[in-house]
Nanobody, 123 residues
Framework: QVQLVESGGGLVQPGGSLTLSCAAS????????IGWFRQAPGKEREGVLC????????YYADSVKGRFTLSRDNAKNTVYLQMNSLKPEDTAMYYC????????????????WGQGTQVTVSS
C-alpha cells in the first residue's frame, strides 16, 4: 500500500556520477520532507542530504556539500539524489525516507523508508 522504492545504484569509478531515484506509492511526496541516508558496513547510519520541515531548506552533510543535489518530479511522485565527483568513502547502502514530523539536520521521525540501493565507488 505505502511504499518507497530506491533504484539507480551500482558500481562507479572515483570521480564518476550517479543518480538515485526514489519512487513513492500510496502517498504523495509533496507533503513530506525528504531525507537521504546511507550506511556503510561497520558504521552507523548517517544523514547525507535532508529537507527540513516547515521551510524546506536542505541540510547537507559536510562530506557531500557541493557534490550531491536533491530534486523532485511531482508528476511522477519521485525524488532524485544526484551524486557527482563520487569518492570511495561514498560507498554505502543508500536509503530515501519521507517525514511529516519536525525534522531538521536529518534528525526526527521519518514515516516511510525505502529498501535501499547499493552504491559502490571503486577503481
Amino acid at each position: 500500500q505505502v511504499q518507497l522504492v530506491e533504484s539507480g545504484g551500482g558500481l562507479v569509478q572515483p570521480g564518476g556520477s550517479l543518480t538515485l531515484s526514489c519512487a513513492a506509492s500510496g502517498f504523495t511526496l509533496d507533503y513530506y520532507a525528504i531525507g537521504w541516508f546511507r550506511q556503510a558496513p561497520g558504521k552507523e547510519r548517517e544523514g547525507v542530504l535532508c529537507e527540513s520541515a516547515g521551510d524546506g531548506s536542505i541540510y547537507y552533510a559536510d562530506s557531500v556539500k557541493g557534490r550531491f543535489t536533491l530534486s523532485r518530479d511531482n508528476a511522477k511522485n519521485t525524488v532524485y539524489l544526484q551524486m557527482n565527483s563520487l569518492k570511495p568513502e561514498d560507498t554505502a547502502m543508500y536509503y530515501c525516507s519521507a517525514s511529516q514530523s519536525s525534522v531538521r539536520y536529518c534528525r526526527g521521525f521519518y514515516d516511510h523508508w525505502g529498501q535501499g540501493t547499493q552504491v559502490t565507488v571503486s577503481s
